[in-house]
């Protein structure tokens, strides 16, 4: 298992989108040069929360958010300051500064797992650590997982859609195993790059199976790894098995089955539902990406009220799929006072991360940060839904499960079925997942294109870019960066559709 003794001379260059917080890296700054006696386990420990820190930043904010601002949940405001308004607006270009952020964040995101990954190894070779030998197996375990998923979070939004028979000619993404930000990798086949993601997750897989998963983990554990493998086979068009693995998760995290239950979810992060999530405090609040564009809400005196000033609005299709009696309303999304140019404008907004309500210091401001759900058991009751229309299998039942824990009624196998047992399928997963950052993967997936409209009662406040997108549209594919075109000369093409 361990690797040759190694002198590690070189720090991590980590992009400017990963906050690591001060209480998760109180080590050595990385750009120190050690030689192998500079590595202990404690100093391994300092680094595996540093990859933990990390995940956080990389799970929220504008890693959720842009690919949102790019689909047909939201429309932009006169608000919004231009913030996310090239994905909005449909207009991508190699250099453009966000899409190169989360292209650099990604990969800083794996520079450092390696990195990690590198140190372990060193300490696991020497003489004096035999009693830390099962932690450090464990530790290199979470670093494989972490560097799959990290990995399948760039797939998701630089790749096309995984076609089974074409893969091995669809570009994929350059998989770095190893610490050497300098390399100039060449991206991967998509074929070749899912792959290495399965075996990563195999490698996790054989030592995080023993830990027992319960809600609200704060670490990995064997039911993440099952959850993004649900995940990962879903992408796959791997039906059967995205279907076995999902719901095979489901006895140990029973669904949410009340509106409380759902506040409590995404207000004070503790459900029964969440799978994995890492733990943010009060203290490393800065390892969180904020969310407030969707409300930007002021208190006032005056009204006993928020007005807001929200930069994206929910556009009106998404508001009505929410029925009367879904409980998600009040929670996902509620009626709010919108002011702009000294009037005031009632509309739905999006409320689902106003923010952990632990971590005010005032309840009339709203943080707009929580613990990222990285895996939550909702998730696997759509994958299984999905996966099993698509196999012929009995979708309804998961389907109808999520349906009722929010407070729908369950539908009949008699009377929706074919298309319309599909259609039912993708507007579940728009209620559930809204805002996380999924629509324009499931897009992609499901090969369908946008058409946006707008709530007529917040007319007034919008930017008026109200348009169709077809499916198939070359820029559901993000460009690869300029930098790294420029810069890698290993690399390869540009996206179809992109200047090279």
Same mark, same amino acid.
């Given at each position: 298992?361990?690797?040759?003794?190694?002198?590690?001379?070189?720090? =991590?260059?980590?992009?400017?989108?990963?906050?690591?917080?001060?209480?998760?890296?109180?080590?050595?700054?990385?750009?120190?040069?050690?030689?192998?006696?500079?590595?202990?386990?404690?100093?391994?420990?300092?680094?595996?929360?540093?990859?933990?820190?990390?995940?956080?930043?990389?799970?929220?904010?504008?890693?959720?958010?842009?690919?949102?601002?790019?689909?047909?949940?939201?429309?932009?405001?006169?608000?919004?300051?231009?913030?996310?308004?090239?994905?909005?607006?449909?207009?991508?270009?190699?250099?453009?500064?966000?899409?190169?952020?989360?292209?650099?964040?990604?990969?800083?995101?794996?520079?450092?797992?390696?990195?990690?990954?590198?140190?372990?190894?060193?300490?696991?070779?020497?003489?004096?650590?035999?009693?830390? /030998?099962?932690?450090?197996? +464990?530790?290199?375990?979470?670093? @494989? /997982?972490?560097?799959?998923?990290?990995?399948?979070?760039?797939? /998701?939004?630089? @790749?096309?859609?995984?076609?089974?028979?074409?893969?091995?000619?669809?570009?994929?993404?350059?998989?770095?195993?190893?610490?050497?930000?300098?390399?100039?990798?060449?991206?991967?086949?998509?074929?070749?790059?899912?792959?290495?993601?399965?075996?990563?997750?195999?490698?996790?897989?054989? /030592?995080?199976?023993?830990?027992?998963?319960?809600?609200?983990?704060?670490?990995?554990?064997?039911?993440? =790894?099952?959850?993004?493998?649900?995940?990962?086979?879903?992408?796959?068009?791997?039906?059967?098995?995205?279907?076995?693995?999902?719901?095979?998760?489901?006895?140990?995290?029973?669904?949410?089955?009340?509106?409380?239950?759902?506040?409590?979810?995404?207000?004070?992060?503790?459900?029964?539902?969440?799978?994995?999530?890492?733990?943010?405090?009060?203290?490393?609040? &800065?390892?969180?990406?904020?969310?407030?564009?969707?409300?930007?809400?002021?208190?006032?005196?005056?009204?006993?009220?928020?007005?807001?000033?929200?930069?994206?609005?929910?556009?009106?299709?998404?508001?009505?799929?929410?029925?009367?009696?879904?409980?998600?309303?009040?929670?996902?999304?509620?009626?709010?006072?919108?002011?702009?140019?000294?009037?005031?404008?009632?509309?739905? +907004?999006?409320?689902?991360?106003? &923010?952990?309500?632990?971590?005010?210091?005032?309840?009339?401001?709203?943080?707009?940060?929580?613990?990222?759900? =990285?895996?939550?058991?909702?998730?696997?009751?759509?994958?299984?839904?999905?996966?099993?229309?698509?196999?012929?299998?009995?979708? *309804?039942?998961?389907?109808?499960?999520?349906?009722?824990?929010?407070?729908?009624?369950? *539908?009949?196998?008699?009377?929706?079925?074919?298309?319309? *047992?599909?259609?039912?399928?993708?507007?579940?997963?728009?209620?559930?997942?809204?805002?996380?950052?999924?629509?324009?993967?499931? *897009?992609?997936?499901?090969?369908?294109?946008?058409?946006?409209?707008?709530?007529?009662?917040?007319?007034?406040? +919008?930017?008026?870019?109200?348009?169709?997108?077809?499916?198939?549209?070359?820029?559901?594919?993000?460009?690869?960066?300029?930098?790294?075109?420029?810069?890698?000369?290993?690399?390869?093409?540009?996206?179809? &559709?992109?200047?090279?």
């Amino acid at each position: 298992m361990h690797m040759k003794k190694i002198a590690i001379l070189t720090a =991590v260059a980590l992009g400017s989108l990963l906050v690591f917080s001060s209480c998760d890296l109180d080590i050595d700054p990385d750009t120190s040069i050690k030689g192998d006696d500079a590595y202990t386990f404690e100093y391994v420990e300092g680094e595996r929360a540093g990859v933990y820190s990390g995940l956080k930043s990389i799970t929220s904010g504008a890693y959720l958010y842009d690919a949102d601002y790019q689909s047909d949940l939201f429309n932009e405001t006169a608000m919004s300051g231009n913030r996310g308004g090239f994905f909005h607006r449909w207009n991508l270009y190699p250099n453009d500064q966000d899409v190169t952020g989360i292209w650099s964040g990604y990969y800083s995101m794996i520079d450092r797992i390696n990195y990690t990954i590198r140190a372990i190894d060193v300490v696991s070779d020497k003489d004096d650590v035999t009693e830390n /030998l099962a932690q450090l197996a +464990l530790y290199r375990a979470e670093m @494989c /997982l972490l560097r799959a998923y990290t990995v399948h979070q760039l797939v /998701l939004r630089f @790749c096309e859609d995984y076609d089974p028979a074409s893969a091995s000619q669809q570009p994929g993404v350059p998989y770095p195993t190893e610490f050497n930000p300098d390399a100039k990798l060449p991206r991967e086949t998509l074929v070749d790059t899912y792959r290495k993601i399965n075996e990563d997750i195999k490698s996790a897989e054989t /030592l995080l199976r023993n830990i027992q998963g319960e809600a609200d983990n704060i670490y990995l554990s064997g039911d993440a =790894v099952t959850a993004f493998k649900a995940q990962v086979a879903l992408q796959m068009h791997d039906y059967t098995n995205a279907s076995a693995y999902a719901s095979s998760l489901y006895a140990k995290y029973p669904l949410a089955q009340s509106q409380t239950d759902l506040e409590r979810m995404w207000r004070e992060d503790s459900s029964s539902e969440t799978i994995f999530q890492p733990e943010v405090v009060p203290a490393s609040l &800065g390892s969180v990406g904020s969310m407030y564009d969707y409300y930007s809400g002021t208190w006032s005196s005056a009204v006993s009220a928020f007005n807001c000033a929200p930069g994206y609005v929910l556009e009106n299709w998404v508001k009505e799929l929410y029925e009367a009696g879904d409980r998600r309303v009040g929670v996902y999304l509620a009626n709010s006072r919108v002011f702009y140019n000294d009037k005031t404008f009632n509309g739905f +907004l999006m409320t689902k991360f106003l &923010g952990n309500k632990m971590f005010q210091t005032d309840k009339k401001i709203y943080v707009y940060k929580n613990m990222p759900k =990285v895996f939550r058991i909702a998730d696997m009751y759509l994958i299984d839904a999905e996966a099993k229309y698509r196999s012929g299998g009995d979708a *309804l039942t998961p389907l109808n499960a999520l349906r009722e824990s929010r407070g729908l009624s369950a *539908l009949e196998s008699a009377t929706v079925t074919g298309d319309d *047992l599909f259609t039912e399928i993708k507007n579940e997963r728009v209620r559930e997942t809204l805002g996380e950052g999924q629509r324009l993967t499931d *897009l992609k997936r499901w090969n369908e294109g946008i058409s946006r409209d707008y709530q007529t009662s917040l007319q007034n406040v +919008l930017r008026g870019y109200i348009y169709n997108i077809p499916a198939g549209t070359y820029m559901f594919v993000w460009p690869i960066p300029q930098l790294e075109m420029s810069n890698n000369p290993n690399i390869g093409t540009q996206n179809p &559709g992109y200047l090279q």
